[in-house]
């Protein structure tokens, strides 16, 4: 289905409406508020094609249309938060030994060896899922808007890898809290600013691509202004070379009201081709996902440093990325003499 009626239609029955979907064509029963709202009668028929709207008489429901554009705003105005729970895969799950083995292979540990200190456990891990709609202004004429969305760790803010996050992405959700095993913490004091700096990185690599599309354009604007104030600077001064001094003086202050001038309009181009972004948070949730805890002790000698490891149950089974215990970085682990560190605070 196409997106746009997919999201109407949710949207529809959320507000307390009934739709039923066919092949082509999708009825809508809504109620008296939702039509006074959109401005829609109590029955509708909907679509996203064209031809079936023009021959069925449907409603051709394409963004742009007032109904879903109304749709898109109440739903970004009202935001959407809470918390979610992912269901537990097939009770296959990997061995100690195989995840240790794993766990040693993805976190080598420099001057130490890891070391697991017991059987891996069953665990909710909470990650977070944060969405904006980014608000692009290329120009004055070309302004648009895009969604983006990340997941990290909500206790490291770490970004969530993609395969993980894809096969997440497409699980069903529990219809009520599980309470059958233990929660981590959740520290979104650190989770919700990293999540932002990632999707603000995104946003600004966007539109830096998107600037360059039409860079062009504002170069040809500044050669066209720069043409035609050149050419009236060149009259002035070919009048100014044969004029009377009365009159030279006043074509003197002429070519520098025409410099002003053009200096004004090379400014006004620019500034009209000059690319910004706005972040419009809509979306976080704390999505707790099930999981299997490894506790490891990392050698170094007579010493040992604890250390717990998150591996991420699902199609995209993967170890959740790590911080240095003692500075925060996400940089390789290094076994030092009196704290388990990293290269950004050991060496």
């Known amino acids: ?3 746009g009626l997919r999201f ?19 009825l809508a029963v809504l109620p008296a508020g939702l039509q006074a709202d959109l401005g829609l009668p109590e029955e509708v028929a909907v679509t996203a094609d064209p031809d079936v709207a023009r021959e069925d008489g449907a409603l051709l429901l394409l963004p742009g249309h007032p109904a879903l554009d109304r749709a898109a705003v109440q739903t970004l105005d009202r935001g959407d ?19 240790l083995a794993r766990a040693r292979e993805r976190f080598p540990v420099a001057h130490g060896r890891m070391d697991g200190t017991g059987h891996a456990a069953c665990c909710y891990a909470p990650l977070l899922r944060v969405g904006v709609v980014v608000t ?8 648009f808007q895009e969604r983006e969305e990340i997941w990290v760790d909500a206790r490291t803010g770490l970004p969530v890898d993609e395969a993980t996050r894809r096969a997440f992405e497409s699980w069903p959700l529990l219809a009520a809290p599980d309470a059958s095993h233990p929660y981590l913490d959740v520290d979104l004091t650190q989770a919700i600013p990293h ?11 966007r539109q830096r691509a998107l600037a360059a599309q039409v860079d062009q354009d504002r170069l040809e604007e500044r050669a066209r202004a720069e043409v035609y104030y050149d050419a009236a600077l060149a009259s002035i001064a070919r009048r100014r070379g044969s004029a009377t001094p009365e009159r030279q003086a006043l074509l003197g202050a002429q070519a520098e009201a025409t410099r002003t001038e053009r200096d ?6 620019d500034e009209q081709f000059r690319a910004s972004h706005d972040l419009r948070p809509f979306r976080l949730h704390l999505v707790w996902a099930p999981a299997m805890r490894l506790a490891v002790h990392i050698r170094r000698g007579a010493q040992t440093y604890p250390l717990n490891l998150i591996w991420l149950l699902g199609v995209g089974a993967a170890f959740a990325d790590l911080r240095c215990p003692s500075c925060s970085a996400a940089e390789p682990l290094i076994a030092g003499r009196d704290r388990l560190g990293c290269r950004a605070c050991l060496t």
Do not use: F, K, N
């Open 1 to 3: 289905m196409d997106p």
């Open 264 to 269: 004004r309009r090379l400014h006004e181009i």
């Open 195 to 205: 999540a932002h700096a990632w999707l603000a990185s995104r946003a600004a690599s």
């Open 8 to 26: 109407w239609l949710r949207y529809a029955e959320e507000a307390g409406g009934l739709c039923e979907v066919g092949d082509e064509v999708a």
């Open 136 to 143: 692009y202004a290329i120009s004055l004429d070309h302004r």
């Open 81 to 99: 938060a809470g918390q979610t729970w992912l269901p537990w895969p097939a009770p296959t799950r990997p061995a100690t030994e195989v995840l």
